[in-house]
């Protein structure tokens, strides 16, 4: 039995891989949190414990995560500014200097990130920082989870997930589309709970290495196949725009939807982000190396089987 810590265990992804790693291992799993101890939510998890941690100390979050005898650390800390890179770039230097700790997977979980990309999303920086630092820790083996975009979002409010919502493209619930460019790039797609049943089996096989990408992938579809299986799963045609790359490239981009806790600048900035990426092809991760073919008795859930499973029967 192996001490796996998540770092951000409380947040949407960080959740799904806790109780993935409560449901198909023994392992013992604490949640590194900045909040206080608290009890565990339910006599389910009785196996998880809860550590608060400061990610600005680093000789005491050494200290924690050896005394604890943590061997493991999966960061899914939410990774949106300086502050939280900070944290995520502390907690490597602790795990590197902690003498129990010898694997880490950065908190990442997205499209394959590299500096090319920095002009399109200057917020790549962050998970560059995490993984050149990486890189140079000779004490943790480390790699890099690449789901693509999480298939959740168009499962919404209807599918298990911890996700904050998101509308991307398509509002399913609305029945209206948004699409980036003329919906013929090609997306790959991952359910949450896939992507972290995917992650505990890398960390069972303990006697490979490890790629500097898990590249896992759920499905793989373009916007105008899963606006077909959309209508056909809600049994009725959507209204749907086509913002054009001279448009995207200009800002000029239309918001299928204001998800419930955002503004709607954020929102637009957020569907002007995810258009120039998707345009850009990000999504469309390379088939070579895959997890997939690693541990074929995995069968992640396709688009289609998703999409009927959040949206059949519904109004
Ligand atoms: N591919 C996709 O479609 C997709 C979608 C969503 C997310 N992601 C990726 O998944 C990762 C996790 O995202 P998420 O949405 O699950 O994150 P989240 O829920 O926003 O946050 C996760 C946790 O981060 C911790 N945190 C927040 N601010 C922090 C700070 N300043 N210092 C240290 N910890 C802090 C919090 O834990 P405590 O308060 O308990 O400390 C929080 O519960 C990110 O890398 C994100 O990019 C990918």
Redesign the pocket.
Known sequence: MAVIAV??????????IVETLVQETTHKII?????PPRQPPSPHENRIQHLQ?N?DNIPELETLLTSNNITTII???????E??C???LNLIDAAEQSPTVTRFIP?????IQTEELLPIDPSIKY?LAAATKLQHCTSLKSTRVI????M??WGMPHART???P?VFGIDVEHCRAAIPGDGNDRLCMTY?YDMARYLVQLLDDVEEEWPEFSVVVGDAVTYNELLGMVEEVRGRKFSVVYDSAEKINQGQVTVPAVPPGYTEEEAHEVTQLVSRLTIAKVFDLPIEGRLNARFPDIKPLRMKEFLERAWRGRD
């Not at 960061?75 to 500014?81: D, H, K, L, M, P």
């Open positions: 770092a951000g265990g409380t947040g949407g992804v960080g959740k799904t949640i590194l949190t900045r909040s941690i990610y960061s899914a800390i939410g990774i949106t500014t502050e939280t900070q944290a995520q908190s990442e979980y997205s499209f998970w789901p693509g975009f999480f959740d979002y911890h996700l904050q998101g949450s």
